[in-house]
């Protein structure tokens, strides 16, 4: 069975640009979460989505933002960046809402200049 | 704010060396895992401990989930250099359903 896949791997922007990362979660699994992971910060997480919709959120501005689809494959977007959105994006996918298994993507790292 | 405490915080160790690596909360959590991640990877899971007293082995990885579901341990037996990486421990909360990680292990083994 393969993996979460991630696209891009690696991205560089330019402050106050916008950037979409995509996620295809696990075959079979229907929930999607998304983290952020810094060196001073470590891994937050920014939201789940069970069934195209979003269950859960974490403490991050609006900026951030993330939908899901029929398939389960999710984006996330994030807009206006700053240089503190230089992170590695992860995302997880487990089969159910909240499930206590997740797996990780390879992640995107994301630079912002 | 939930917080997951990991100590030590890094270890650099030799070759056959044991470790023990822990995970501490003052909060209740369904469900607990450990994640190694190595540099520019996702966190590859380990181990899910969902009952308090839970004791899962793994090869030389040997994982306690506290009785009152609120800490956890990581023992290495033997440790090898293929065991390098970043330790990260991650609860279920009770109240919220979020993933909280703990604040990671930098562990090193020198051949």
């Known amino acids: 069975k393969a993996g979460v896949t991630q696209t891009p791997r690696y991205l560089i922007k330019t402050r106050g640009q916008q950037v979409t990362l995509s996620c295809s979660p696990i075959?079979?699994?229907?929930?999607v979460s998304w983290y952020q992971q810094t060196p001073g910060q470590g891994l937050q997480f920014l939201f789940e989505?069970?069934?195209?919709?979003?269950?859960n959120k974490g403490n991050f501005p609006g900026r951030f933002s993330g939908r899901q689809f029929s398939n389960s494959r999710s984006e996330m977007n994030v807009s206006t960046l700053e240089l503190g959105d230089s992170a590695l994006y992860l995302c997880?996918?487990?089969?159910?809402?909240?499930?206590?298994?997740?797996?990780f993507g390879p992640g995107t790292r994301l630079t912002v200049t | 704010t939930q917080l997951l405490e990991q100590s030590p915080q890094f270890l650099s160790i030799q070759e056959g060396e044991n470790l023990t690596v822990y995970c501490n909360s003052s909060?209740?959590?369904?469900?607990l895992q450990w994640y190694r991640q190595e540099p520019g990877e996702g966190p590859v899971l380990l181990v899910t401990?969902?009952?308090?007293?839970e004791v899962k082995k793994l090869k030389r990885l040997t994982f306690q989930f506290g009785d009152a579901r609120k800490d956890s341990s990581l023992h290495i037996t033997a440790a090898q250099p293929g065991d390098t990486g970043l330790y990260l421990c991650?609860?279920?909360?009770?109240?919220?359903?979020?993933?909280?990680f703990g604040t990671g292990t930098r562990l090193q083994v020198f051949p």
């Open positions: 909060s209740v959590f369904s469900s």
């Open positions: 401990v969902v009952t308090g007293g």
């Open positions: 991650a609860g279920r909360s009770y109240n919220t359903d979020k993933l909280i």
């Open positions: 997880a996918s487990s089969f159910g809402l909240a499930g206590p298994t997740q797996y």
């Open positions: 989505y069970f069934s195209e919709t979003q269950r």
């Open positions: 075959s079979g699994h229907r929930s």
